[in-house]
Structures are given as structure tokens and as C-alpha cells.
């Protein structure tokens, strides 16, 4: 009920949301789910990217150690590096020449790159949530990402994001 | 509000909606896809599909020259020649093998083959969308896809049917 | 409208639903879609996984004959053996040492196993649903299947799901 002695507040309409599951760390899936996500930012959404397995390599530090808790997690993060300029492509990888190939195609289409892609998120607002569970499961810890990444957070946390959202992708 | 002398016409409800990312180009995706595509189109649902990436290769022409823009456009559609008959499977693919076998066992089962899903799509009204960023980077025109196939859209018109959309999947 | 001479019965709010599609029969994409669907049960959403193709995998008997309809399908499931406990990692199964390690992660951080989380499903009320498409494609019949699991259903069952879904995926 309206209080009438107190002007009413113009209400802000809510923005509708989009959740992006990012389960792959291949360079092509990774820059599906950025054209995506910067569209949807664009579009005016409310996005959230949720980070899980393969996909936290994206977000990983390019420079310094590979990261990792107890000698497990520091092998096991030596091998599985990542880093947005490590990523491969899914398909044709071919000892690096049709990754190579497919950058070139992207910078030649003025695409932006994995790296360059990430800064341009953040920028637009987009949420970037490393999966607390898959970051136990790889023995990582918060300090293994970059800057633009938010705090970690659970599956709780992203199926409420994903039940108030438009649109739901698992990548 | 309604005009009293002229009798009013009975509003057609809206469809549901679903919309498909086809982000990947192997055999079995593709059947899974067409099989939700159609049977969403059978049950009076309102689908598109959308070709993105390696989904691409799905709608190539089987026939006539690999397509591709430039020297390097032309080299990567040589290689990554596609058109649905020459898909391969995601796993157990064995030199054709697999590949071989699963396309009798569909055959045995009555399933369509992914040719005839695309046909049967177009038939009942399935918007079939590739991607035109995908196309940019993977070098692409318009004529390198078959009739079947719908005018090149980008990530905004997949993102506005998204949200319109009562399930979107990312295949 | 109320009827006032018989009490008012409290009306059970309708539970939000949640649909997975699993596609995908590799260890890592198993335990995200089983973390999922545990989560959104244990926040009182009610969860159908759909298993299709190569998910089909995750849900067979770990022991006995490997199942299958005449030679054909005979030969593909002993190659195609499955069971939750001979899953792989989709990236750095090296051999079995890095799916190993993956597994001693997960039981270093009190994550269940893929059996175990079957079972936890199970118990939470999580619907785990074979697609009969795919079982007639890959040759299967219903007694290949864990106790556990539900009965066949096919792709209009799970579209029908996912359309009243507040969350659906495909994984």
C-alpha cells in the first residue's frame, strides 16, 4: 500500500540476469561464453560467470608460480596450468598451429582476445565467480586468479543466481 | 481497449519458445540437438537454432568447394571441411568404425540421419541461425551453407530469443 | 473464492523444478551435474536428470555382463562398458593416473564419489531418467541399468520438464 503523505520513489526496474556456467577451459568455448556475456552485459543484463573445473584455468594468473595447496595440488597445477594466453582450441589444436591459426582469424576480424575479453567484462560489469567446490577439488586457492576475478562461491550460490535468471548456460 | 463494432479477432496465444546454441560439430551432438529440436517443433513449440563455432560445420554444403574467405579461410575450411554427412562422433569415432556402427544402429532404430533431421527441421519450422561472428572468425560467407539454412545472425538476436525463450540449451 | 463451512486446506506450494540433461559420460561432468542436482534438491527444488548417449554411461550396472541388444550391441557396450566406477576425466586422464588423482582430491576435500553421489541423489528425491532414444540407439536395454534408476522416458518427457523448469542445462 502507498504511503501518500511521502513522495513516492521512482522504482528501478529490475535488470534481468543472465548465468553462464563456464565447466571448459578450451579457448574457443571460453570465447563463446565472452561474446555472451559482453552481448548480455551490452543488452543491459545483470551477468554472472560461475567459473567451474577446466574453467578456472581462464581465469588464472598468465605470470608467477602455477598455484596449488600441498605437492598434489602444485603437480597437479604445473601440468594443468592455464592462464587466458595458454588456452587451446577444443578441436585442431595441432600442435599449437590451428590455435595459432584461429588467433590470427580473431585479431584479423578485430575480435578481442581471451585476455583482452576478460578485461572488457569486468569493465561492463560482468561477475566473474571462481566455483569454491572445484577450487577444493584442484587444490587451488584465491590467489591463483587475476585481478578482475570476484570472491569464490558455491553451487548454492549460483543456483539462486541461475532461478532468478532469463537465460541459463552451461558452457 | 476494445472496438465494439468491429467483432474481435481471436488472438492467436504465442508459442513457447526454444532456442539452441549448436556449439559443437559431432555426430552425436548434432542428432541430440535435432531430436530436441523437433520434437519441441512437434510439440507446438517455436525453435531456433543457432550454429555457432564447430556447430557450423553441421549446415555446410556436402557438396561443391569447402568455402572460406582469403588464403587462410580457404586452408581452414579444407581441413575442417564438414557438411552432415561427414561428421564424426565425440567419442569411439576409431578411424570410422564407431562412426559406421552408430549410423547403422540408428538406421536399425528408424532414426533419421543428420541430413534428413535438417531437412525434417526446415519442414517444420525450424529456424536454423549460424552464427555471423562464428562465421567471421572461422572465415565463412553465406553461400558455403545449404538451402535448409536461415541469413546469418548474431549473439544480440540469439541473446533477445534466449530470454524469450521457455528452455535454451547450450549444446 | 473461499468456502467457508469446510476448513481451508493449506495448499502445498508448488517446488521449483530443475532439469539437467546429461550428455556426457566423463567423470568430471558427472560430479558437476551431481554436485548440481544435490544442491538444488538440498534447497528444496525438485531435480529430473535426463541421461542421454554417453551419460548413459554414468547410470549402468558397475558389475555383470555389459549389457546390449543382439551382437551389435553386444560389441559396442563391452567396448562402451560404463558404470560409475570406470569413468574417466574428459582432460589429463593420462593413462588412469590423472583421473586417480583426481579422485584422491575429491576424497581429500569429502567429496563423494560418483557412486556415492548416485546414491545421495537417489536418497534427496533426485530423478534420474534414461532416454529411451538413446538406449535404442546404443543398444540398450532397461536391465543394463542401477537400481537406483528410474524408467525410461523419452525427449517429449524431458522438454516437458524443462519447460516448467526454472533452471535447465545441458551437460
Same mark, same amino acid.
Given at each position: ?43 543491459? #543484463?545483470? =551477468?554472472? $560467470? ?7 584455468? +581462464?581465469?588464472?594468473?598468465? *605470470? !608467477? ?58 569493465? #561492463?560489469? =560482468?561477475? $566473474? ?7 577444493? +577439488?584442484?587444490?587451488?586457492? *584465491? !590467489? ?28
Amino acid at each position: 500500500m502507498q504511503n501518500k503523505t511521502v513522495p513516492e520513489q521512482p522504482k528501478q526496474p529490475e535488470k534481468e540476469k543472465m548465468t553462464i556456467v563456464v565447466f571448459s577451459g578450451e579457448m574457443d568455448k571460453a570465447i563463446a561464453a565472452f561474446i555472451l556475456a559482453t552481448t548480455g552485459a551490452s543488452m543491459g #543484463m545483470d =551477468v554472472s $560467470m560461475f567459473f567451474t573445473f577446466w574453467g578456472l584455468n +581462464i581465469l588464472k594468473n598468465n *605470470e !608467477g608460480p602455477a598455484g596449488g595447496k600441498g605437492l598434489m595440488g602444485k603437480l597437479l597445477n604445473i601440468m594443468n596450468r592455464g592462464g587466458s594466453k595458454r588456452l587451446k582450441l577444443s578441436h585442431f589444436h595441432m600442435l599449437g598451429m590451428g590455435t595459432a591459426m584461429m588467433k590470427k582469424f580473431m585479431k584479423d576480424n578485430k575480435l578481442p582476445s581471451v585476455d583482452e575479453f576478460i578485461q572488457m567484462a569486468k569493465d #561492463m560489469g =560482468v561477475k $566473474m565467480i571462481p566455483c569454491s567446490t572445484s577450487c577444493g +577439488i584442484m587444490g587451488l586457492q *584465491e !590467489g591463483a586468479f587475476r585481478d578482475e576475478v570476484g570472491s569464490l562461491a558455491g553451487a548454492a550460490y549460483f543456483l539462486n543466481e541461475a532461478r532468478q535468471s532469463k537465460v541459463t548456460l552451461f558452457i
